[in-house]
């Protein structure tokens, strides 16, 4: 402990600094970063004949190390501290005649202007920049204006440092407003035992004379595990993409020393665009018994079922772990808009970066398995590209679930994990498989004929719920063929309006939905149509049904909201807020009948929000049921405006298995998964 310094302002003082190294003594010290780690990044940006000048050199062999090794021999160390000299002139001064030590204070230099064509330093800014008080950042200043009047035009100063956050910005800022190129590079690992968790990084600036005005800054990034460095638009960036590393590199830290208590998400991304190419969530398992060969597991979850609760939620994913009979096990979900060759490309790809999350007591030279459903990525194609003002940027996209299915998904490019909405694609048009890479990213084919869907299918269980809950209406028993009036509001792909007009002979669905654009995708790619049973009306929910409350009221027999907010920063993405205060749901009983039923799609991951949301709820609606949706947020909410209305389980259970006798109709197809008790089973009076 006597060899630290009591406050960080001595890390500035030569008293200091001549203490450590007498009582260091001879032993090197090294601040970071070894010879062999720091070699390849040095030898782009030092040539053989540069005259090279390290700033605080101290007893670093990183000197010796580069003169012995041919990198360069023209070599003058400064250091303030006295005692530190002259170690190094005894330990260099016969073995090495063309490098020298000075005693020297690199704030005021003897050289003089344009005297270097490299100025080296490992370690000095960050002892130097040891906070942003006033006086610390005038002395960077002062050091780098030293550091720019002696090296020459088209000269680097390397700085090795740990990246300090403001100690990054500082340099940055300084030397890119003086016109010079600035790079950082990630060093790479040698994968021994280091003094630091934190990785280590050099910046290069290379010296160009400013020009007057406004030029544009150049900014880069280099990481370890690529050569060429990739452009960033500004210092926040920058320092941001640094921090990514960091934060990266102490987490593999964290999992090589102890089990992971939560699942850990990780972005890996693609080396040429910068954007997200894997998303990786680290799962242990302690009650996994331990043996010889189920340590450590990688699991490639299939294109396009990463959604699935059992790949997309927390819960669904420690089951995989238990399930797998893995202690740690690391879920690889493959982005959209990212080319895949094959499993073995991508396990090429993917074996070292995983590796640094090995669990402690991984065996030395451990096989580690990489698992996959069916073994095959999967299929994902993506049909058709749009943006709208009110949804953003939206894909629709084609992929193969469990089994022989293949699914359709509309994605809101926002929320890319979401599926907005979902349908099943007929066997007779089986989905073609991205055998090639497309070698355009330009919309599918308007022109291109849409896949027969199965509207006999409702893949959301949400959905599924929903239709159940028109076993709650009023009346002897809830056929299909009784006259029915429907609000849906939200429209999607339109399979849950689509399902209740085909099913229910006599309904009459009204669907409202804000976005024209939904209409088109649900027309052209889900099959959707109108008729003389189903009508949209393009038009914001919350004025269409105000309109109507005003106009005619106790209209509908059942009113469903299925619509999703487009403010990601409420806790409650379906609905959005103003459709669930006290004003509007009064609104929504008045155009509903005594007897009818409210159906609300409920997404709240707020607690408090959600429990204000069932509040409001209950002093409009006085009978409040809800049905929480297995493995996902959703909660389904039936809403009725008498309490008379009240069904015991055994009743529900009764007209729901009437319902679907009657929905199964002979010649009729029907989804043999779906049963609408099921649906009922689990229903609560709130």
């Known amino acids: 402990m006597e060899l630290l310094p009591r406050s960080p302002g001595e890390f500035g003082s030569a008293r200091y600094w001549d203490r450590f190294f007498r009582q260091r003594g001879q032993r090197p010290f090294e601040w970071y970063g070894a010879f062999p780690e720091l070699c390849p990044v040095l030898h782009k940006y030092i040539r053989p004949r ?76 960050d002892a130097i920049l040891t906070d942003e008080e006033e006086a610390t950042l005038v002395k960077a200043d002062k050091m ?194 990212q080319h895949y060759e094959d499993m073995a490309g991508i396990q090429a790809e993917l074996s070292a970066k995983v590796m640094e999350l090995a669990p402690p007591g991984l065996p030395t030279r451990q096989q580690v398995p990489f698992l996959s459903m069916g073994g095959d990525i999967g299929v994902r194609a993506v049909r058709h590209r749009g943006s709208s003002p009110l949804s953003g940027e939206y894909i629709v996209e084609d992929v193969r679930g469990d089994g022989s299915c293949h699914f359709r998904r509309l994605i809101f490019l926002h929320s890319r994990n979401v599926v907005q909405s979902e349908a099943r694609l007929l066997p007779s048009l089986p989905l073609q498989g991205q055998k090639k890479r497309r070698k355009d990213k330009k919309k599918a084919n308007p022109a291109e004929p849409p896949a027969a869907i199965d509207k006999s299918y409702l893949c959301c269980e949400h959905h599924k719920a929903m239709v159940a809950g028109l076993c709650l209406l009023g009346g002897p028993d809830p056929l299909p063929g009784t006259p029915l009036a429907v609000l849906v509001v939200g429209l999607g792909g339109g399979s849950l309006p689509l399902f209740i007009h085909d099913y229910f002979s006599q309904a009459h669905v009204a669907v409202v939905e804000i976005d024209p654009s939904m209409l088109e995708v649900a027309v052209g790619w889900f099959g959707f149509s109108q008729g003389d049973r189903l009508q949209v009306h393009v038009s914001d929910g919350l004025d269409y049904v105000a309109k109507l409350a005003a106009e005619a009221p106790a209209q509908y027999d059942a009113i469903m909201f299925d619509v999703d907010s487009k403010d990601l920063t409420v806790g409650m993405s379906c609905p959005p807020p103003a459709f669930v205060e006290k004003a509007f749901l009064q609104k929504v009983k008045t155009i509903l009948k005594p007897e009818g039923v409210f159906v609300l799609n409920l997404v709240c991951r707020d607690a408090q929000l959600k429990e204000s949301v069932l509040a409001t709820l209950r002093e409009v609606f006085p009978l409040l049921y809800a049905r929480r949706i297995t493995g996902e947020v959703n909660e389904i909410l039936f809403c009725q405006p008498s309490p008379e209305a009240r069904w015991d389980a055994a009743e529900l259970g009764a007209r729901a298995q009437a319902l679907e006798g009657a929905l199964r109709q002979p010649g009729r197809p029907w989804d043999s998964s779906y049963v609408l008790a099921d649906m009922l089973q689990a229903i609560q009076i709130l």
């Open 50 to 125: 540069d005259k090279v000048l390290v700033v605080g050199c101290g007893n670093s062999e990183l000197s010796e190390q580069m003169y012995d090794t041919g990198t360069c021999e023209d070599i003058v160390n400064i250091d303030i501290s006295d005692a530190v000299i002259r170690q190094m002139q005894e330990r260099s001064g016969s073995k090495r005649p063309k490098m020298s030590y000075l005693v020297m204070d690199m704030f005021q230099m003897d050289f003089p202007d344009a005297e270097f064509q490299v100025v080296l330093d490992k370690g000095t800014l």
């Open 144 to 337: 780098f204006a030293e550091i720019s009047r002696v090296l020459q035009v088209g000269g680097r100063y390397l700085c090795v440092s740990l990246a300090q956050a403001h100690v990054l910005k500082k340099a940055v800022e300084y030397f890119s407003q003086e016109g010079w190129v600035v790079r950082v590079h990630q060093v790479a690992s040698s994968g021994d035992k280091q003094q630091f968790v934190l990785p280590i990084f050099i910046y290069v600036m290379t010296k160009f004379r400013k020009i007057p005005g406004s030029a544009p800054q150049i900014l880069e990034i280099c990481p370890e595990e690529q050569q060429k460095p990739m452009r960033v638009e500004n210092t926040e960036q920058l320092v941001a993409a640094v921090r990514d590393r960091q934060h990266y590199a102490l987490l593999c830290s964290q999992l090589s020393r102890t089990p992971c208590g939560e699942q850990v998400p990780l972005d890996l991304c693609d080396r040429e665009s910068g954007r997200p190419r894997y998303t990786l969530h680290v799962v242990d398992s302690p009650s996994v018994k331990p043996s010889r060969n189920n340590h450590f597991a990688i699991f490639i979850i299939p294109q396009g079922r990463e959604t699935e609760w059992l790949f997309g939620m927390e819960e669904g994913r420690k089951q995989l772990a238990i399930s797998a009979g893995f202690r740690r096990l690391v879920t690889v979900a493959l982005h959209r808009e």
